[in-house]
């Protein structure tokens, strides 16, 4: 199985610019003027532009904002220097939200992008989460 990321902003290039930079993403493509592809990662990012204040579903009292919000579901994404990776997002506009947590052999440090998604930069001692490290 595959997994794609869709991530809604509502403008196409400054999300462009963030994603290049702060996680060293590679735009691919555009599709149809609305939709910009990013690779460089285990999956493709999708940005999909959507005007705030627009509905994300049909029913939904809720709509679409970019100032600071939680949602139950963000992106961790791992890198090979923790440290480093967080100068970059910071410097490419990401506002740190914790101190660096130590857990299971890994490091991680939570964000929000410019457009108010939170998410993760995780570094791991080895390939993945270990038992054998508090």
């Known amino acids: 199985m595959q997994i794609l990321i869709n ?3 509502p403008e196409l290039d400054p999300a462009i610019e963030f ?3 702060a996680l060293s993403l590679k735009l691919s493509r555009i599709i149809d003027d609305d ?6 990662a285990s999956s493709v ?12 579903a049909k029913g939904l009292v ?9 949602t139950p579901v963000h992106v961790d994404f791992v890198v090979d220097n923790i440290d480093q990776a967080a100068k970059r997002a910071i410097d490419a506009g990401a506002s740190r ?19 108010g998604h939170g998410f993760c930069l995780i570094e791991f001692t080895g390939e993945t989460y270990s038992d054998d490290v508090a």
């Open 7 to 9: 991530i809604d902003v």
């Open 97 to 115: 939200e914790s101190e660096c947590v130590h857990w299971k052999g890994s490091k991680c440090i939570s964000f929000s992008d410019p457009f």
């Open 62 to 70: 809720d709509v679409r904002q970019y100032s600071r919000h939680w």
């Open 35 to 40: 939709v910009a592809e990013l690779t460089g």
């Open 19 to 21: 994603y290049s930079v």
């Open 45 to 56: 990012v999708y940005l999909l532009r959507q005007s705030a204040g627009s509905r994300p």
